[in-house]
């Protein structure tokens, strides 16, 4: 069995301490700087609280879950790193690319498997739709079409510490690009807007955005991105083989269809990731305690975080110049 | 915290033991005759191998889960509400009207609670159409469609002390039929036919049903059975009202929609009712523990669990004669 | 080319003509106590307003479009049969069955060919839907589902002279069933409701109908109809079979899906049977005077007609006995 | 009652032909290099073979269709507009601004009405979600995705007179793209690819592209382009305002959905856009005529005809260029 220490202690932390539970992992150490959320999940897990000393410093531990604030991300893998444990990091592993390549080098120099949080690699739409891509359902892929819009936009307090929209949202849009396109995106195209809220223009940030992806073989993505969706989480992906069409929808709450004098009417996607991507979440926890288990590869490691964030830095690039950056 | 004596340790004991695990009950007792199966369970679960009697005799269980052959479910549902066991009993109580009567009168004397398992009662989806229902989003019931059909036949072993189509397999359709009509039916016509596998013939079963119900107001429902989908389990409801109509369709395993040149397809139904009902199954053990605790009503009782067999018998009777059977 | 003389200037009448005149037919005389009518719909097509006698007199005339009232049906069919012409003829050809007979041996003692307007058999999607019975797609048919629901009931004076729900409405319900069970139905069940409008029980009349069928072999269809049906006309045909199901659906005016912050909806069915079955009328009035100009089999004929009456009548008498009937 | 030249008897001339017929109009000159095929649709419509000379000397035509090679559109627009008739004409008006301008100073010139034949704008689909937009249904608009993506290539001999994908293919796509955003793009981005037949690519042509549009105010447009769809004709429209989506999907030849062992499916989409906008192409012509006998405003004139183009100028530019194009 599994011993885990985990860093963060907030909504998604939660998720991955009630998902390890469920995934025959224990959690030993909750870490948190704030005080009451460690408490309260410490006892709801039977772990302690501790100091990020002692947790990496416990034999037992054999590995980290870090879903504390972006900014202390890179620190957490570098020290778990010579710590020698495995390492479940959540997105995004640093805002720059240069403290990026330092983790990955610690990472690397220690040997330990690290696990970046896609969480969209384990949907179960997403993934079935690659399994399809990989049968050959639709032949050579040729285009992917990314739909990807939050129900509404962060605070603005959040926005300023987020890296902007490329860094922070469509992020997992190019990692979602690059796992169907089955090739690296040698050129990148962005172009954005602040439509939704005035004030993330303020803070010098857009809300919305389209993104042009083009491997060297030709193959081509596009992404949709906004900050608003009045009818919820709309995260779609569709990819155009030589032979067909593949999509993957939103999920709904029930299959309930209603027919009345205005309409006829299904729900609307689940809110927002929590409910989204609650499945994702507990097959991406039941992925990373294989892999270490079996001492088999990660599904999505530190490379995919890195090269996820090349494409965020050439997105703005691009936007910024107002041409394609080739990579 | 409720603890549960749980007999029957087969499939549908798996998933009722698993499920209490994760509602906040403690299994501590485990009995069945196939002592291999509830060693497996009960070292699952923590809980030990014991005998009906050591289990009831346990003044720390609180309630008792009856999912063993139907056939025992009789003598344990009245054993059990002599030791004041609240009591979750699959379906059917017994498939003798005199019998379950039997079980009544010993729960009603016991003044135990009782929850009947008709799981479709806890489908999410029939749960919100429900919901709508009773919000008035249609106005007034006026007919019902249930399509329940099963993916394959059973064995014919099976056939023979199933009690037969309408008892086994329809009982869940009169127990929907009763809750979205929202009267009690007091007329019943029901057909069958042998289409499915000649062996269920000559066991003096049909695999192929139609069966209409009316209620005092003239609402109507229709209930369409097959034991053969080739595409799945194919569970559906419709309800038409003055002022609408609501529909809860089958749930497929991915969003995932494929075009090419064939067709554009989508995926089959969800398998069989362990796949299709298995959120129904954690929300009705759900339900039990809440009700138990709080001593607040069943949501499905004892009383409904007779009034679906009433049904059953008067469809086969109905059948029988080629008439209306007026309850 | 085929000329046409036409009984009736009304609404279908309407239909008929301009189809006809699409179609390569040529109509020469219409016929309707309604003069006004007659002449707005003679001069819109070139006709002349006419009298029976002389429309079937003229040597010109090929065939005949039936589209009067009801109770003038049975005497045209045989003073056209008489007259030596192709009869086109709307549903009912009557509401007695004795006046069902003569009209049937006239045409027979004529040698004439006639159509019986059961406009669905026309239908593209059920056309479509009958055309994968024959190739195999499903296997055995095994269970046939009819939905068919009016917008609204019609006005009181309407229903009196209808004949009743079954000969007036279930009575295309009543052939589509023989037409997808690809068998004679023997039994007849039947049962009915005043819930829409109590102006129709009143007057004597349902409003409110399930229907059960079966045929020798065991194959099953069931019906539901109602007056009103608040989303619009709700005309849908579900199959199964050894092997699988279909379903035709109802047909939207736009593909128009709408997401916003109440849910995800799409259009209403077409409204009624003008719109949903224009298409329908069109095919059907190209087959007639395909089958004409051929000589080859009417697709849908006299004996469809008849038969369809049979089971409503059946329908009435179960549903008055509350006993199935057995032909 | 309109009378009409028209110019160009092949595929898309027969339609318009047939449609004008059944639109109230009449036929009276058909003028093509290929005599047999302006004889054959002469002869079906009660029109004479003229030469362009005699067609547009003809006092009594008061409109043309010009549906030629695109070679000859220029041309005839401005003898046409000379000869004081109305203007149909197939897009593109001609491959070069240059010479478009002509065209429009000719028109201008001679105040005769244009219509540019962008025939998805009459699509019922897409002209009811644009209605939609008009009534507010979705709040002010911020990105549009288009979708169009034909079944298979055309033959090279073709690709090499088309002018290339964006002039030939993508044209209409910026006409839908311009009609949606409800404000002109000032900023263009495109990439492509040969991806589908090499062939293409040897005759210096792509057959795979992605287009970026941008609004002064920040509104976004992303085409996807293919010659090849292995499920047929892929033509659809998506709307993300401030309030919601819209979308208009493909349309299908009927509603029969298939249930079987394999999957769940439905029909292709209709195959190519013969089929799709037969619709769009009969209101197309009742738009053209009722806007010439009313002397209202084209839905859709010259300047759209040329703003396309000037959008796929800047496309070729800014793919050769790998930048922004800036309107």
């Known amino acids: 069995m599994l011993h885990f220490a985990q860093f963060g202690a907030g909504r998604i932390g939660a998720i991955h301490a009630a998902n390890l539970a469920g995934c025959g992992g224990r959690l030993r150490h909750i870490v948190d700087v704030h005080a009451p959320a460690a408490q309260a999940l410490a006892e709801r897990h039977g772990a302690q609280v501790s100091t990020t000393e002692a947790a990496l410093a416990d034999p037992e531990v054999g590995a980290v879950i870090i879903a504390s604030s972006t900014d202390t991300h890179a620190d957490l893998v570098i020290r778990a790193a010579k710590a020698?444990?495995?390492?479940?990091?959540?997105?995004?592993?640093?805002?720059?690319?240069?403290?990026?390549?330092?983790?990955?080098?610690?990472?690397?120099?220690?040997?330990?498997?690290?696990?970046?949080?896609?969480?969209?690699?384990?949907?179960?739409?997403?993934?079935?739709?690659?399994r399809r891509i990989q049968a050959g359902a639709i032949g050579a892929v040729e285009q992917v079409v990314i739909t990807s819009r939050d129900p509404g936009p962060p605070p603005v307090s959040y926005i300023k510490v987020s890296g902007g929209l490329f860094r922070d949202m469509t992020i997992h849009d190019f990692d979602m690009a690059r796992w169907m396109l089955g090739e690296e995106p040698v050129e990148v195209f962005a172009t954005g807007s602040n439509l939704v809220d005035p004030e993330i223009g303020a803070a010098g940030d857009i809300d919305s955005a389209m993104v042009v992806l083009k491997t060297k073989s030709g193959r081509m993505a596009t992404i949709n991105n906004s900050r608003r969706a009045a009818y919820g989480y709309d995260q779609r992906v569709e990819v155009h083989g030589s032979l067909g069409r593949l999509i993957a929808g939103n999920r709904v709450g029930s299959t309930v269809e209603q027919a009345d004098a205005q309409a006829v009417s299904t729900e609307k996607p689940l809110h927002f990731f929590l409910e989204r991507y609650a499945l994702a979440y507990r097959a991406e926890m039941l992925a990373f305690i294989d892999s270490v288990t079996k001492g088999s590869p990660m599904p999505v490691g530190a490379a995919d975080g890195r090269q996820a964030l090349v494409l965020a830095d050439a997105a703005l690039r691009s936007m910024a110049e107002g041409r394609v950056v080739r990579l």
Chains 1, 2, 3, 4 share one sequence.
């Open 84 to 130: 020698g444990k495995a390492i479940f990091c959540e997105k995004p592993i640093d805002l720059s690319l240069a403290r990026v390549d330092e983790c990955l080098e610690a990472v690397q120099a220690a040997g330990v498997p690290m696990l970046v949080g896609f969480n969209r690699r384990f949907d179960p739409d997403f993934a079935e739709l690659q």
